[in-house]
């Protein structure tokens, strides 16, 4: 799963969709955005801000390329 895909699932979340319907928005089963959810916390990470949202999927690690 990329890392839009999460976030895309974080956005539709904090929305309130459902998990039909992201796992139907970004064409994949309901069971993998069920895990998703699970392993990553999204209960916690719905109150945390959005830049705290951006560290865990881009960390300073990362090596941005163009």
């Not at 796992?23 to 069920?34: E, F, L, Q, V």
């Amino acid at each position: 799963m990329t890392c839009e895909q999460k976030y895309h699932i974080y956005l539709l979340k904090k929305q309130g969709y459902s998990q039909t319907f992201i796992a139907n928005s970004i064409g994949r089963s309901k069971p993998t955005i069920s895990r998703e959810l699970s392993r990553n916390s999204w209960e916690r990470g719905l109150n945390e801000s959005h830049n705290d949202l951006l560290r865990q999927f881009f960390p300073r690690q990362m090596v941005w390329t163009r």
